[in-house]
């Protein structure tokens, strides 16, 4: 028997050492194909800069759920990163332009972000480089970012999407009705839209004010920028979506919104011409990664930080994924940040709806704590600095908006869902129960809610509300009535919020970073990002062993299969994991 378990023992770990040496010989393989792939190609006089911005941009490098066997995307690049890779290209003399072939559609990009790059761009072109653009079909999304082009040409059997903005919401209540399912729904202002899909069949006038109220300026901001790039007149622009929104290659050229109908080939002639090269000549095109490379490194000998915090996704209990915001990822890391006595200021970049108002609340007192250590915190706002996302916000001393930011939405709500009629009613499953005392079955899908449970959940949901208000009040010097007057729900765009005081000032997040600096008198000082980015197969290999590895395998298989849907499957999935009260904007507003 002895004997019998010595080899039983031996061929175990005969095999455990075989799948180690395996694994560590995969993870080298691995890695240095990846190296490989990410040598820098050199950049060689009368370059050009190819720019096609159909994937997803995430607001940091590599935050988001990424394919770790994609060899080639092995770097995501983030918004703040193509931004610096674009200035760098605007300085480097060997890059004479840039060619934008943008497709149909943007990667999942919002208004706030499309505006940086367009603005990007536009320095680019100020510069005095050139800059072509060729697109098959352009949508509104797209045809913003060519609008700074020298040149836009459009395909002979293509057009532009031109249909203005618009808000379409989808409510569920008839179909749960249909069902047997009831969300009991608690909230805390009557702009606190999100709850709305699964009480109404249509849009509250609150609801529909609000939407009105910032859709409108965020489309004359979009036309007014059209029209200074192209010369135009933005009230023609309006009237012109207005009666033609889908124009063909030649209204485009008609309307002047195109300058020439041209197949790829003479877009690429025109580039020679540009270049002066000879007709069939090659032209040397780099990628965003190519010039990416290039960038300076940090210079080290510099000891002071201005550490920036990128905060995107929602907000959630726990650790999270890549793209979400857990509470115990980020308050481990801003604790070290206070410690850390190189970092002198803090910048938290904010790219969120909100989430959990539990995980918010954690995430605002350390910030709290750091502040209180004497470390300037500045916070900069992207696409949305909404409900969580605010709260999270109140924990700087100075707050900058985008001019597009969508941000306040201060209330909460919670819902559970009510499964009675569909299990008793429909399916005939009953339940009964001995109960302690009149609560003792807890918050249950089998039970209708008695009237003591509704006022307790409401209770909570308006002590939540109540603290969210503190929360303003205080890093706005506002009294309560005040913030409450401005909150109840209500989303406001940057600009509105800082006329009402929501935000200190409109600028970037470069403007943040130079204030932080400031407000730490700091005239030296060295940039630091966190969480600190890993490439797709460093995420996989480290979640390997665990059980995320599976989930994440699926997440990759689901964004190959869904595409650009991708997005929506991640927002009903995050609907279905709602738990606890939720300081969150459900909304999402996206170039398409």
Request: proline share 4%; aromatic share 10%; charged share 25%.
């Amino acid at each position: 028997m002895g004997r019998f378990f010595r080899l039983l023992f031996t061929s175990c770990l005969g095999t455990i050492l075989g799948l180690l040496a395996i694994s560590f010989l995969s993870l080298f393989l691995f890695s240095a194909l990846a190296s490989k792939a990410e040598q820098a190609k050199p950049i060689r006089p009368n370059s050009v800069l190819k720019l096609t911005f159909d994937q997803p941009i995430p607001e940091q490098t590599n935050n988001l759920v990424t394919d770790p066997f994609d060899l080639k995307n092995q770097k995501i690049l983030g918004m703040d990163a193509i931004l610096r890779t674009l200035e760098y290209a605007r300085q480097e003399n060997k890059i004479r332009g840039i060619l934008l072939e943008p497709g149909y559609g943007l990667g999942v990009m919002g208004l706030s972000s499309a505006r940086r790059l367009h603005d990007a761009l536009e320095e680019f072109r100020n510069s005095g480089k050139f800059i072509l653009s060729y697109s098959k079909f352009y949508s509104q999304g797209t045809y913003y970012l060519a609008s700074p082009a020298d040149r836009i040409y459009v395909n002979p059997a293509g057009g532009m999407d031109f249909h203005g903005f618009a808000v379409v919401l989808a409510y569920f209540k008839k179909m749960l009705d249909k069902v047997g399912l009831r969300m009991e729904v608690f909230y805390a202002g009557k702009y606190k839209s999100a709850t709305e899909p699964f009480r109404r069949t249509d849009m509250s006038p609150e609801n529909r004010q609000q939407l009105r109220e910032y859709v409108e300026p965020l489309y004359q901001r979009y036309l007014t920028d059209l029209a200074e790039d192209r010369n135009l007149d933005a009230q023609s622009l309006r009237h012109l979506s207005d009666t033609l929104p889908l124009l063909l290659a030649e209204d485009m050229v008609a309307h002047r919104l195109a300058d020439s109908v041209a197949h790829e080939d003479a877009v690429l002639n025109d580039l020679r011409y540009r270049l002066g090269l000879e007709k069939d000549e090659k032209i040397n095109f780099l990628s965003l990664h190519d010039v990416y490379a290039h960038l300076p490194g940090t210079d080290f000998s510099i000891r002071d930080k201005v550490a920036v915090v990128f905060a995107e996704g929602t907000i959630l209990d726990g650790k999270g994924d890549p793209g979400t915001i857990g509470d115990e990822k980020y308050v481990p890391l801003l604790r070290r940040l206070r410690k850390d006595k190189r970092v002198k200021a803090l910048v938290l970049r904010v790219n969120s709806g909100g989430g959990s108002a539990m995980a918010s609340e954690n995430i605002y007192r350390e910030l709290n704590r750091l502040r209180e250590s004497g470390k300037p915190v500045v916070v900069s706002m992207g696409d949305y600095a909404a409900s969580g996302g605010y709260y999270i916000a109140c924990g700087g001393e100075r707050i900058f908006a985008e001019p597009n930011t969508l941000t306040g939405s201060i209330g909460v709500f919670n819902m559970l869902v009510n499964a009675r009629e569909l299990l008793n009613d429909k399916m005939g499953i009953t339940f009964d129960t001995v109960r302690t005392t009149r609560f003792s079955t807890g918050l249950t899908p089998f039970y209708d809610l008695s009237d003591d449970e509704r006022r307790i959940l409401q209770r909570t949901t308006d002590r939540i509300y109540e603290r969210f208000l503190e929360v303003v009040a205080e890093s706005r010097k506002m009294t309560r009535d005040e913030v409450h007057q401005i909150a109840q729900g209500r989303v406001w765009t940057g600009e509105r919020a800082l006329q009402i005081g929501l935000v200190d000032s409109l600028g970037t997040l470069e403007d943040a970073i130079a204030s932080a600096a400031r407000l730490a008198d700091l005239e030296q000082y060295r940039i630091s990002r966190y969480p600190v980015p890993k490439t797709p197969l460093q995420q996989f290999l480290e979640e390997l062993t665990g059980e995320q590895a599976s989930a994440q395998l699926r997440q990759i298989a689901l964004r190959r299969e869904l595409g650009k849907h991708y997005e929506d499957w991640q927002y009903l999935q995050e609907l279905a994991r709602l738990s606890g009260v939720q300081a969150r904007m459900l909304l999402k507003v996206e170039f398409q």
